[in-house]
C-alpha cells in the first residue's frame, strides 16, 4: 500500500517564477492538505482540499493556490515566488470520516528561491 | 502569542535515559492531541494521539494530557539512538466550517547519545 507520494523532491526557482507541487494521497484516503516547513519550525498550515474544493485555508496569501482532481491527487501552486517561500512543502492526506482526522504525511518538497 | 507552544530544544540525553517532551497551549477548543516524530529531511510520522484527559501508553511511549493546565506531554523510556529525531506536537480543534484543523508545535530536536 503506497503512502503519500510528492514530487519533485527538490525545486530551485529564482524570485518572480511560478511553481507547481504534487501530491498523490495514501490509497483510500480523500482529502488532502498542504503545509509549508520553514527551516527549525513546525509545519503551517496552507489549506486543505476535499471533493476538489477547497475547505478550509491557513493565513497564506492568494499567491499560493491548489487544485484536487477526481481521484484524489493534489497540486499546490505559487506565484510569484519569493525568497521567504523557500521551505519545505508538506502534503498530507487523511479519511473525511475519522476522528479524529489523522493526516499522514509525505516525505515533502523542498523548494529553494534564489 | 502562539496558540502552540514547544520549546525547540536541542535536547540531548545518554541512551536508556527517560525523555520528557512537552507543549503548552492557549486555545481551550482542542480537542485531540497528538505527537509527530519527524527524521531528517522526512515527513512527519505520526506516533500517538489522545482524545482526553489521562494517559496513553504505547511501547516506549506514554503520551499525558492535561487539560486543566492545557499542557502535554511526550514520555519516551529506554531511550534509544534511533528515536533522535525532531518530536512534533499537533493539537486539532473544530473551526466555524466544522472542519478539524491541525496545528503543530515547533518540535523539539532529541539526540540519544550511544
Known amino acids: 500500500d503506497a503512502g503519500v507520494t510528492q514530487s519533485p523532491t527538490h525545486l530551485i526557482k529564482t524570485r518572480g517564477q511560478q511553481v507547481t507541487l504534487r501530491c498523490s494521497p495514501k490509497?483510500?484516503?480523500?482529502?488532502v492538505s498542504w503545509y509549508q516547513q520553514a527551516l527549525g519550525q513546525g509545519p503551517q498550515f496552507i489549506f486543505q482540499?476535499?471533493?476538489?474544493?477547497?475547505?478550509q485555508r491557513g493565513n497564506f496569501p492568494d499567491r499560493f493556490s491548489g487544485h484536487q482532481y477526481p481521484n484524489y491527487s493534489s497540486e499546490l501552486n505559487v506565484n510569484a515566488l519569493l525568497l521567504g517561500d523557500s521551505a519545505l512543502y508538506l502534503c498530507?492526506?487523511?479519511?473525511?470520516?475519522?476522528?479524529?482526522?489523522?493526516?499522514?504525511f509525505g516525505a515533502g518538497t523542498r523548494l529553494s528561491v534564489l | 502569542q502562539k496558540e502552540v507552544e514547544q520549546d525547540p530544544g536541542p535536547l540531548s540525553v545518554p541512551e536508556g535515559a527517560i525523555v520528557s517532551l512537552n507543549c503548552t497551549y492557549s486555545?481551550?477548543?482542542?480537542?485531540?492531541f497528538m505527537w509527530y516524530r519527524q527524521y531528517s529531511r522526512k515527513g512527519p510520522e505520526l506516533l500517538m494521539y489522545?482524545?482526553?484527559?489521562g494517559n496513553k501508553e504505547d511501547g516506549r511511549f506514554t503520551a499525558q494530557v492535561d487539560k486543566s493546565s492545557k499542557y502535554i506531554s511526550l514520555f519516551i523510556r529506554d531511550s534509544q539512538p534511533s528515536d533522535s529525531a525532531t518530536y512534533l506536537c499537533?493539537?486539532?480543534?473544530?473551526?466555524?466550517?466544522?472542519?478539524?484543523?491541525?496545528?503543530f508545535g515547533t518540535g523539539t530536536k532529541l539526540q540519544v547519545i550511544p
Open positions: 482540499y476535499y471533493e476538489e474544493e477547497e475547505r
Open positions: 490509497s483510500g484516503h480523500d482529502t
Open positions: 486555545n481551550s477548543a482542542f480537542q485531540y
Open positions: 489522545t482524545y482526553s484527559s
Open positions: 499537533a493539537m486539532s480543534a473544530l473551526n466555524s466550517g466544522g472542519y478539524q484543523k491541525v496545528t
Open positions: 498530507a492526506s487523511s479519511l473525511s470520516r475519522d476522528r479524529p482526522n489523522i493526516q499522514y
